[in-house]
């Protein structure tokens, strides 16, 4: 089968490689659509290219069930679904994915909107690290995909929803899908009375001079001191100078997409969990995900700029290195 890999001293290129075999707890699906990661897929295919193996890229799939696992007792085959995993729902003809990382879609849902879900996981797991208490004021920093999500996600929850990229292309975006306004952060004096409640960061690379700019527009108690919430997603580096002018500001990590991601044995149905007061399971966030999408509420179709066929799978990623031309990259099969 056809597979998106890198490795060998090659950058992204589309492989011959092996079907995947069916293990314990796992769902055989051949794939329709697949969408590219960019902040995740482009770090992986730098720090890939000299592997001595060919490495897999991709984690973001939709398609058809075409076999269970023994111990797997439902979906049907041929039923329709959202798949994803690293290393499971890989840019791959036929995937073969754990069934907790699996969500059947809704009827009518097309497979272009659907393809958006996992990454939608991903953001509202973002902002129910957010602990959003409603009618808060909100700033998204950094409109790549998840940083789009994120905004949609909060956006009944901000009573104000301000976005910031450097990008004019993703603000447009950021602003069609409910922003209310783009925000300048070389311009603190425009953040008005009260501050931020809520300030997410989807960036990447240094982000010292982000934080900087951050702290003084953060909304300030009754004593004057910062409070708030900063809630950082996504794989950056700071250098943050920590002293009491920050006040009562918290800062938090959002890791993935809910709790069991990544933990073999609750993706396979071996054993359950219970996530953390306020957040769910990776497979409880799939579903909602799924659900906003296919109800409106999450605008997918915003977010897909371009389409690309798996035997062309390295224009893909060449296009996700221009965010200025390229925002949601989806990859098609035959």
Known sequence: MKAVVVGNGRGVHVSRMPCPVLGPGQIEIVVRRSLVSSGTELHYSDTMRQSR?????GYCAVGEVTALARDVAEPRVGSRMLAMGWQHATHSERICVPQRL???LPAGLDFDSAV???????ALHATHRGRHRGGERTLVVGLGLV??????CVRRSSSFLAIADRVPMRCRIACETGADEVFALDRPSEVGAGGFDVVYLCVTGDATGIFARIFPIMARAVDGQPRGRIVCVGRFAASIPFGPELGNVDFRYSARCGAGYR???YVAGATDIVPEDGEQTVDANLRQAVGMIATGRIKAKALHTHTVPIAQAADAYALAQRPDQALGVIISYP
Request: hydrophobic share 55%; no cysteine; aromatic share 12%.
């Open 53 to 57: 193996e060919l490495f897999r890229l």
């Open 102 to 104: 699996v969500v059947e």
């Open 116 to 122: 958006f879900g996992g990454l939608a996981a991903t």
């Open 147 to 152: 940083g789009q999500l994120v905004a949609q």
């Open 263 to 265: 933990f073999d044995p």
